[in-house]
């Protein structure tokens, strides 16, 4: 297998993350259920670069770019909490690359220093069965149901 590894995005990235975004199944499973158009696209993205409250990192298998993880700070009172989204190219699906992501992912945010989160949490919809089981697989515990949607969550050890 090859190695899986995390790196922070950059404006290049913008069109891996566009192609998977308007995938039939990341559309059906959007907030919005919604596609989006190129230019809200690369708006989004040149914002969501700049904006110090959100990050984005592409997964890369040894070979190519793969996918994405995202993690946007909540406005919440108590605690940082970090909302995550993943996505996986199409054709790289089906090695349970996703769950190893998300443990990757708690390795990077130990280690960063301008981003403090204490807890992360995902809304799933819950006919996302491949998302269900990625998130269960990297030990994310359900902790409600919201038709249609159920959050995960996982707390990260505050020791370094
Ligand atoms: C969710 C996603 C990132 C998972 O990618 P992945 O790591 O390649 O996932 P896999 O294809 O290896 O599937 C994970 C598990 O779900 C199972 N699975 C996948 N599709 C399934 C389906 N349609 N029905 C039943 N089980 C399914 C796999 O067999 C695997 O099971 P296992 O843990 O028992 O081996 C990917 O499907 C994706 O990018 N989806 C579109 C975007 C999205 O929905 N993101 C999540 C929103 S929070």
């Given at each position: 297998m090859n190695e899986l590894t995390l790196h922070l995005a950059s404006a290049k990235d913008a069109s891996l993350i566009f192609g998977i975004?308007?995938?039939?199944?990341?559309?059906?499973?959007?907030?919005?259920?919604?596609p989006v158009t190129e230019n809200e696209h690369f708006v989004w993205f040149e914002n969501l670069l700049k904006d110090k409250g959100r990050r984005l990192w592409i997964l890369n298998d040894g070979i190519d770019d793969?996918?994405?993880?995202?993690?946007?700070?909540l406005d919440e009172?108590?605690?940082?909490i970090g909302r995550v989204s993943i996505g996986i190219k199409r054709e790289s699906r089906g090695h349970n690359y996703a769950s190893q992501a998300l443990g990757l992912l708690t390795l990077q945010l130990k280690d960063m220093r301008?981003?403090?989160?204490?807890?992360?949490?995902?809304f799933v919809h819950f006919d996302n069965i491949a998302s269900v089981k990625t998130f269960r697989k990297a030990g994310?515990?359900?902790?409600?149901?919201?038709?249609?949607?159920?959050?995960?969550?996982?707390?990260?050890?505050n020791e370094s």
């Open positions: 975004r308007n995938l039939p199944e990341s559309i059906k499973f959007s907030g919005t259920g919604q793969i996918g994405f993880v995202r993690v946007d700070l009172a108590v605690g940082q301008d981003f403090y989160v204490e807890r992360l949490r995902a994310y515990a359900e902790v409600n149901t919201e038709n249609p949607f159920v959050t995960f969550e996982i707390l990260l050890s």
